[in-house]
């Protein structure tokens, strides 16, 4: 095989209480990539569509990825990759983690898998410190893996994969301005009280035991954010506005997704998914300001071929 195109799914990170170590995959929106073997060796940025962004490889995180990875193996040959971009940058949906994981996981694939999926994920967290500052997890992992992910451990990385309970669905507004990782890391405190952290941790432990448990009220009960909701929602247009109308129309839970602007809920089935939706739209369209909705099912799968 010398040519593979991929689908590279967007992700919500974060979740509300589990800052910089969950998130998940969605299903219904991503980026495409194609990626192929090239006589001359090292990696190439070749075609860009859909945004602007450099081709250099050392400025690209897909580029800055795939040379993680390829310094760790020997190849007589080199990499081209095309990016079509469907996610916008600064969306909070994990547009840099996709194309780092896409990268990662089509040169493994071309070279007949010498990494598993969780072994690319340290590749692809190169990409994330080259977008943020901060080599994080949160998104490429979900991004690779697909399902829930908690990420356990940094060092050593540990990260385990959890299955999503079949009838969640993710509803995810974006409202159509950009908001920098980095900016939106600026706002963050460095400590927390002991009070605030008591509650963060249970609520992390509530999510993950919902989860394997298949309690949506309990995954409810649980998406909440003691610590960083609070000063980074004030970067968001209508923050507030938007999840109350979200609780009301049947979320089970809603915040902010990754760091921002793109606000995410959880719910029970395709229905209130839909009626969620529809009830954020309404906010964004009553203050006139540009949006997108995705509504997605969890995607158990991350990164595939297509």
Not at 48 to 66: F, M, R, S, W
Not at 72 to 100: H, L, M, P, Q
Request: aromatic letters at 6%.
């Amino acid at each position: 095989m010398k040519e593979i195109k991929l689908f590279c799914p967007a992700t919500i990170a974060n979740l509300s209480c589990g800052f910089d170590v969950l998130g998940l995959c969605l299903e219904t929106a991503g980026d495409e990539m194609i990626v192929r073997k090239s006589d001359q060796k090292g990696v190439r940025i070749t075609k860009i569509v859909g945004a602007d962004l450099p081709l250099e490889t050392e400025k690209n995180v897909a580029g800055v990825a795939a040379l993680a990875m390829l310094e760790t193996i020997e190849t007589d040959f080199g990499f081209e990759i095309e990016i079509y971009k469907n996610i916008k940058a600064g969306s909070g949906i994990g547009s840099s983690a996709a194309s780092s994981a896409g990268a990662v996981f089509g040169i493994n694939e071309l070279l007949e898998r010498p990494f598993s999926r969780k072994e690319l994920v340290q590749f692809a967290m190169q990409g994330e410190k080259l977008a943020s500052g901060n080599a994080h997890a949160d998104n490429v992992a979900p991004a690779l893996l697909g399902g829930f992910t908690l990420v356990r451990s940094y060092n050593p990385l540990d990260i385990i994969k959890i299955d999503s309970p079949e009838e969640l669905y993710a509803t995810v507004v974006h409202p159509q301005i950009e908001l920098k990782t980095s900016d939106a890391r600026s706002v963050l405190k460095q400590n927390v009280s002991l009070k605030s952290a008591i509650m963060q941790w249970g609520n992390v432990g509530g999510l993950i035991a919902g989860l394997y448990t298949k309690d949506y009220d309990l995954i409810g009960r649980s998406l909440h954010d003691e610590i960083v909701e609070p000063l980074r929602s004030v970067l968001i247009p209508g923050f507030d506005a938007i999840k109350q109308a979200a609780l009301e129309n049947g979320a089970l839970g809603s915040g902010i997704s990754g760091s921002g602007p793109s606000i995410f809920a959880l719910s029970r089935g395709k229905e209130n998914a839909e009626k969620i939706g529809k009830a954020m739209s309404e906010v964004y369209d009553n203050i006139d300001l540009p949006y997108e909705i995705h509504i997605s099912q969890i995607n158990p799968d991350g990164v595939r071929v297509i």
